[in-house]
């Protein structure tokens, strides 16, 4: 199993960005899939989840409107496009693909976003 | 919805043990089974050390132990080595199908 995330760039407040996680080595269609961003100053946060149609998408009520997961199962690619980004946002972005027991047993390494003007 | 209570920081000597606790409610640790345990370094992607409040990945080491009471969950890592530093995150399914995760606690071999 594999999951590489990419799209993590420097961007300014209000700016957007798109974030990409491919995976493989297993049949992507077949889990749900998260965004967690990680913070030195906040720890953990799951940002956005999506379930294996496509079909069900949450997220955290702080992006709520600005933050939009999908899915393309037929590339094996997770995607979030962030919107109106603030400073509160910058952080590590990881996706994680999630078990039935409500755990996630393999994450990508991550891409770094940072909100800055 | 709040975060899971952990403690910010543990420490240990090479070869003891240290526990930290994650402190849930009635909603989430209290009610249900799915509690997870998240090993983070730096650069490197999260791992999963346990699972389903007591269980272990194969590859993961068995110094690495856990349990639940009532509204608090544990994880132990005994025989504590330089490369278990790090950082500790637990993790919760809560009503309403929301997952929480903890606040995180750095573990620190002196």
């Known amino acids: 199993v594999h999951l590489v995330e990419s799209g993590g760039n420097v961007v300014q407040p209000g700016g957007s960005l798109r974030l990409s996680c491919e995976a493989s080595g297993f049949t992507f269609s077949n889990y749900v899939m998260h965004w967690v961003r990680h913070s030195p100053g906040k720890g953990l946060e799951l940002v956005a989840s999506?379930?294996?149609?496509?079909?069900?998408?949450s997220y955290v009520s702080s992006v709520v409107g600005r933050f939009t997961i999908s899915r393309d199962n037929s590339k094996n690619t997770l995607y979030l496009q962030m919107d109106s980004l603030r400073r509160e946002d910058t952080a590590t972005y990881h996706c994680?693909?999630?078990?039935?027991?409500?755990?996630?047993?393999?994450w990508g390494q991550g891409t770094p976003v940072t909100v800055s003007s | 919805q709040s975060a899971l209570t952990q403690p910010a920081s543990v420490s240990g000597s090479p070869g003891q043990s240290v526990t930290i606790a994650c402190n849930g409610s009635f909603s989430d640790v209290g009610s249900y089974n799915f509690v997870s345990w998240y090993q983070l370094k730096p650069g490197k992607a999260p791992q999963l050390i346990i699972f389903e409040v007591s269980h272990r990945p194969s590859e993961v080491s068995v110094r690495f132990s856990a349990s639940k009471a009532g509204n608090t969950a544990s994880l132990t890592i005994s025989g504590l080595q330089a490369e278990d530093e790090a950082d500790y995150y637990c993790c919760s399914y809560s009503t309403g199908k929301k997952i929480l995760f903890g606040e995180g606690t750095k573990v620190t071999v002196l």
């Open positions: 999506v379930s294996g149609d496509g079909a069900s998408p």
């Open positions: 994680a693909r999630q078990r039935v027991a409500f755990h996630f047993d393999f």
